[in-house]
């Protein structure tokens, strides 16, 4: 047979792409992203140097927003922590579970937690392939039914608890015996600064999940900068305090100097996952579990943790992701806590319980310059029967029994109430908060609240004192 020349030139054009097509489907997709996901404590909007702190510098969060997207409008689910963990590990609002509705999550006594057949991102990670581990806070229920290995981490190193000495390890007073540092679900003890501690076990875990060269979650989730007030220099406060939540204790300075720990020991992690060559394919965010309290900087919001003012709700939220994520890149898209679940499924090429749809959004768009998507979000405090309803630019918010709306784009101090201005966005707010209302569980007259005094905030914490 003969054919023309022609024929021959459109023959030899098709071949090599047939050719390399066939060798582009035997080649493996890439390999799914590890996920180092760092949640702070109580960190303010702008407790950040990159988010404008101007006292102190951050340089290795820094990093992470030059090399990644750093969020402008990301929320917090609540305004204390417990609540906002619950939405974080299931990716729905937290007043869908009884745990949370606690404000936040009181002692042993009240035996209540997360409940260990609810998928959380841990165990969908972990159907999925995934090694995961928990380094850091809990706070989500006690033994023997709750913990994070009820939850899907494979292991766990950290505290159950709230809050605890930064130097003793307590939940309560030096002469207590209150010791709340775990391996795994057996009690360890470790001389040294908590927020090194962890640093240290995140640097292991990240070498020994990287040999074993299967994808990975690291939830490391810092106690600082939460109350008490103790820099690493601070050891001796420790044995001063009358209760761990000092009202005399703290100052800008060992504030400032607890945020720096913090931070050496994120450029710590950073550096493991480059030592470890794993950082170009490493998810890590950065972002914080609510507002920030007595010494942040929530600039340019009123309002502070247990507030569901700006203040109170706004976070830093950084994103790295090599290749994925454009460095140095900013968002203005509306985000909360709940979004990192199917966000991060997404990622790992997996999908949300059929059984227990996410009431977050998948970020993934975004992070990659896709167009803005609007958002409506809900928010209740038991606390001063606190509601609020952000809707594109606009926000609705009941406290302290005063009612507003507020553009919290042209206005983010809250200061200009527009709801003579505008009455029907102000009535339509509130018919939707109370539509949304109907559908998650009433609240607890029973929860635990964030207003205590001094000796409810000791029992709260299991403070015995002798």
Sequence with gaps: MTI??????????IAPVAFFSAINRDLPADPPPNIVFILADDLGYADLSCYGRRDFETPNIDRLAREGMKFLQAYANSAVCT?????????????????????????????????????????????????????GKWHMGWLPDYGPLKSGYDHFWGFRGGALDYFTHKAGLPN??????????????????????????????????????????????????????????????SQRMQALFHYDGGSQKIYA???????????????????????????????????????????????KKTELLEGGLRIPAIVRWPGHVRAGSTSDQAA???????????????????????????????LTNAALVPRKLFWRFRSNAQRAVRDGDMKWLKIAGNTFLFNVVDDPLERANLKARQPDVYQRLIAEYETWNATMLPEDPQATSATFTADQLADHYGNIRK
């Design 176 to 237: 207590t015996d209150t010791d709340d540092l775990w391996d795994d679900d057996a009690k360890v003890h470790q001389v040294g600064y908590l927020t090194d501690l962890l640093g240290s076990k995140a640097v292991s875990v990240i070498g020994d999940f990287a040999k074993a060269r299967r994808p990975f979650l690291l939830s490391l989730h810092f106690n600082a900068p939460h109350w008490p007030w103790e820099g690493p220099g601070d050891e001796a406060e």
């Design 257 to 303: 100097n607890m945020v720096r720990a913090m931070d050496q020991q994120v450029g710590r992690v950073l550096q493991a996952l480059t030592d470890a060559h794993i950082a170009d394919n490493t998810i890590v965010i950065f972002t914080s579990d609510n507002g920030g309290e007595r010494f942040s900087d929530t600039w340019p919001f009123t309002g």
């Design 336 to 366: 909360i806590s709940m979004d990192w679940l199917p966000t991060l499924l997404a990622a790992a090429g997996l999908q949300p319980d059929p059984a227990y749809p996410s009431d977050g959004m998948n970020l993934l768009p975004p």
């Design 4 to 13: 023309s020349r022609r024929q021959f030139l459109a023959t030899g054009a």
């Design 83 to 135: 609540a906002t963990r619950v939405a974080l590990i299931t990716g729905r609002y937290q007043y869908r579970l009884p745990v949370g509705l606690e404000e936040p999550l009181a002692g042993p006594r009240r035996n209540i937690g997360l409940p260990p057949q609810h998928p959380t991102l841990p165990s969908l990670l972990k159907k999925g392939g995934y090694s995961t581990a928990l380094v």
